[in-house]
């Protein structure tokens, strides 16, 4: 019974994902609620406010458990390490206002899809439906299984074919109204949060409510002038706070907020096509891609007719990538799974821009709305920077245990004062004021002002250098840094390729080599016509746009390029690209080449390929280009000259990326439809033309900025959306990678069938390493060192690999982490996650990015450095105006000074307390207490004023001159009026030789001892001390493991492991 109640009560919400939180049902009862009620009145608020902090016992307090399908409230907790409690309450929707479709009221379903879920969870005959809404996502409760199931979303389980007849010809007014209300408006709505909220939100802050108790004793004490500095400096604390969260808010408002009112045409069923603002469409609507340029208001599977899209919002990589259609086919799979790795050819992200639609004969281009509001690409975006992971810093755990620490200490003093003066029968009132005072004595108020006072000075000087910063809190933890990772493109490089020679082939041999630029154009031949029609160019506004590797290469001929133009032909609208030679090209015998079809770049198989035609001639050619190991293995071998692989090394090992290039005539007849053409059949016995050398050029600042890293002893990896073989050139170009150390390529795969995932380790091809396995094996652990900085080999995979690593292969993550130093083709969440993993291995974690596909990888890291001033910097701690890694050592010095600072002020602090604790509870003891003006001069003038300004040693010189000249003047009026008690000359000798004796054991021990490093070293080698960091251990234990790392080998998964989610919409790696 217990166990069936339990399962009623509790269930998991968005299992397996990365934000998977656990549910569980509570009943609020009036007799309950009366009594908290009556508690809120007897404790004067603080019963609330204590619900407030902690809103589990709230719903403890307030309410019983129940099943979920009674609850009206929940309480939601997470699952990862801090185990954080949120409580919602439970709503209905109520359909019953809105027209309905006839015979909904009985068992017919309320929408026309019968899977839909709000079918199954209309509660019938009233026509409602329970929902809470959960960061800005909306959960509606499911009858059939007892569950809270997403909405916003088409289901996953619908076939290509389903699709096509579901949705095709648009859903019907009254299908619209229902899902509209119950699914919410299609809108990312980021509220600019009131300044009273803000405000509200700070000040209940447990550290300011202290406060707040402490100077009400005090000033009820007539300590008015230190209570009106420590108030005066709140008030600018909790304003400046409160002034960044607004205008934070308000950035991240207008940023999402043009995109909400998107003009679209919607298809409906029986009713046509009509104008509707986009945040009115729903999960099934159908609308045309009917202008140029849009920005998708939604995620979309388009239905008819293809499209070029940018997808620089989601990848990094502003680079026009061509979207087709879903097939229609009768396949029972879901139609993500028919699709399989390739289903992202179909769908169209929202906050990506459609530049360019390419309609059918059968009508304009459509597409069938996926996901709405925050359920799409860019909501998942929105809501990583609006609810960021918590940060697990533990310079604040260890200043908070320090706190808790000092509060112990004050508790013994009100324990010691009310002994002391009950012992006296002293009045109640004075017992307690008294015990109080001596407690709030012992956590000094000015702790977390001082705290702030090196971040504030660090900020400034970062403003002069144009490094912003919008959460000052982690410009400490910059100190601590150990491992940078950095996007690619526009980071450590310049944005895209340059051309730097062709290698033509010809009689299977390699001719001479055509370096760029150069004063002779590039003759007329295959080369040049594989190089001015094989890529995926469009003209948009009078200028040439897509991949920049094909811009370069295009750039190179001297070719132009002619706006897309439609003909008519048997089939249908044909979307022809017409090339022709510039006026700077070689003479060339032919008028122009039209490109008639293309099969697209796919990173599975590293190829594309173009199907074209010399105007005038009635020939059809295929040209391809793509990985070279690929394209030649498609060539005839006789044609592929027989140096083929030593040149490849050649250029690679040198840094190059390279690409190749082979032509095929198509034996094809008149008026054939080309797009008909099978791939397989078409990319096969072809020529092999030669190799394109391309480089991409690091950034000036890139290399110096790396090796003073490395110098620091600070690792530097490769985070990337680009491809692996030019993100590993690059990183040996920039020496990421050194010149004596391999990279080992990780390829890992899905279970097959009966066949499970797999794991393989292949050296690079431009490693300059034999590739035999023992010696690489024996050799990287000879330099393995125990910081794992000199290790001679280095992991590189993509994005799909890491997927299935984290998927199939959890335990292997680590001993690779530690020594991974690219990855590449990373999707935006698992860029992200990537930053969650390195921090369990006890990293502190920086990340350098300048696209918006680095936002969440930027809120995760322990600081995030954008180059950017777009949507990245509102999700970055830090912005850099200065485009380069320049800011990344900047930053960490000031965080270490910051760092150094925040030490030196709460050891400065926490004497103090001590000593004014001590000297206060010895008074207590002869009944006395410090007279105001000794507080004040304490507080203010020894405290204040030497923690919060920057000039430490010039004060402290001025204070202890200051105090010795009062301690030996003998000015009766002065002491007199500052309440002092003249001593004789003698005692003060003695405490002025005290003092002395303490500065010398302090400098003693904090110079001789605390500080010498040599000193502690020394220690730890004699007593076997080890870090006791995760990514330590795992470094010493592959240190130790013969076999580590494995090369030219095979793994395999044993079971399935815990899967790590990423959002679908993501999932850019390949």
Known sequence: MEEKFWKDHYMLLNKDEENELEIFGYKTQGCRKALCIAGYIMSCGALLLLFYWKPEWDVWANCIPCSLEEADVVLLRTTDEFQRYTRKKVTWIDLSALPLPDGSNSECPLVADKDSVINRAAKKPQLKVRCIQVQKIRYIWDFSVKQFKRVGSLEDSNTCHSIHHKFGAGLTREDQKIRQL???????????????????????NPFYVFQAFTLTLWLSQGYIEYSVAIIVLSIISVGLTVYDLRQQSTK?????????????????????????????????????????????????????????????????????????????????????????????????????????????????????????????????????????????????????????????????????????????????????????????????????????????????????????????????????????????????????????????????????????????????????????????????????????????????????????????????????????????????????????????FSSGLQRMSVVSQKIGEEQYDLYMKGAPEIVSSLCRQETVPADFLKELKMYTSQGFRVIALAHK?????????????????????????GLLVMENRLKQETKPVLRELAAARIRSVMVTGDNLQTAVTVARSAEMIPKASKAIIIEASEPEGSTPASIAWQ???????????????????????????????????NGKSYQVLVKHFYSLLPKILVNATVFARMSPGQKSSLVEELQKLNYYVGMCGDGANDCGALKMAHAGISLSEQEASVASPFTSQIPNIQCVPELIREGRAALVSSFAVVKYLTLYGLIQFVGTALLFWQLQIFGNHQYLIQDVVITLLVCLTN?????????????????????DAVYRGMQFLCTPVIWRVYVLLMLLATFCVSFFTEDVLLQNKHLWMLIKACFGYQSKSQYRKWQRMLQRDPNWPPVNTKDFAAKRMAEVYVNPSYEHGG
């Open 252 to 600: 991240l408002h207008d940023l999402v907020e043009e995109h909400n009112k998107v003009q679209v045409t919607v298809c409906m069923k029986r009713e046509g096509c009509k104008e509707l603002e986009s945040r009115y469409l729903v999960p099934g609507d159908v609308f045309l891609l009917d202008r140029k340029k849009l920005s998708l208001p939604c995620d979309a599977v388009l239905i008819d007719g293809s499209c070029v899209v940018n997808e620089g919002m989601l990848t990094g990589e502003s680079i026009p990538v061509t979207k087709t259609p879903l097939p229609l086919t009768e396949s029972p799979m879901p139609w993500k799974t028919h699709s399989m790795e390739d289903y992202r050819r179909h769908v169209l992200f929202c906050g990506t821009e459609v530049i360019q639609t390419k309609p059918t004969g059968r009508g304009p281009v459509r597409a069938v709305v996926l996901q709405t509001g925050f359920n799409t690409a860019k909501g998942d975006l929105v809501r990583s920077i609006l609810y960021p992971k918590p940060m697990n810093f533990q310079l604040y755990r260890d200043a908070f245990k320090f706190i808790i620490g000092l509060s112990a200490i004050g508790v013994l003093g009100l324990i010691y004062t009310v002994c002391v003066f009950t012992y006296h029968q002293k009045p109640v009132a004075e017992v307690v004021a008294m015990a109080l005072l001596l407690l709030t004595v012992a956590v000094p108020p000015a702790i977390p002002a001082a705290l702030t006072t090196g971040t504030v000075y660090a900020q400034r000087r970062l403003k002069k250098k144009k490094i912003f910063c919008i959460t000052p809190q982690r410009i400490n933890i910059c100190g601590q840094i150990n491992l940078v990772c950095f996007d690619k493109t526009g980071t450590l490089t310049e944005d895209g390729l340059d051309l730097w020679g062709v290698l033509p082939s010809e009689g299977s041999r390699f001719q001479e080599i055509h370096k760029f630029p150069s004063s002779t154009p590039l003759p007329w031949g295959p080369v040049c016509g594989a190089m001015a029609s094989c890529h995926s160019l469009v003209v948009l506004d009078k200028k040439i746009q897509g991949d920049p590797l094909d811009l370069k290469m295009f750039e190179g001929t001297h070719w132009e390029i002619e706006e897309s133009n439609a003909s008519q032909d048997g089939a249908g609208t044909l979307h022809t690209c017409v090339v022709r030679p510039g006026p700077k090209a070689s003479s060339a015998p032919v008028e122009g080449i039209a490109i008639l079809h293309q099969f697209p």
């Open 763 to 797: 050296l690079a091809e431009d490693s300059k390493a034999s590739t035999a396995a023992a010696p690489v094996c024996a050799n990287a652990q000879e330099k393995i060192s125990l910081d794992g900085e000199s290790c001679n080999y280095h992991f590189a995979m």
């Open 182 to 204: 119950v699914c919410g408006p299609n809108a990312i709505e980021v509220e600019i949060r009131p300044i009273w909220k803000l405000l509200f939100k700070e000040i209940l």
């Open 951 to 971: 000039v430490f040693s010039v004060l402290l010189a001025l204070q202890l001159a200051v105090c010795l000249f009062l301690f030996f003047a003998d000015f």
């Open 665 to 689: 005539v198509l034996s094809l007849g008149k008026d054939v439809d080309v797009s008909d053409l099978e791939r397989e059949e078409a990319e096969s016995g072809l020529v092999f033309l």
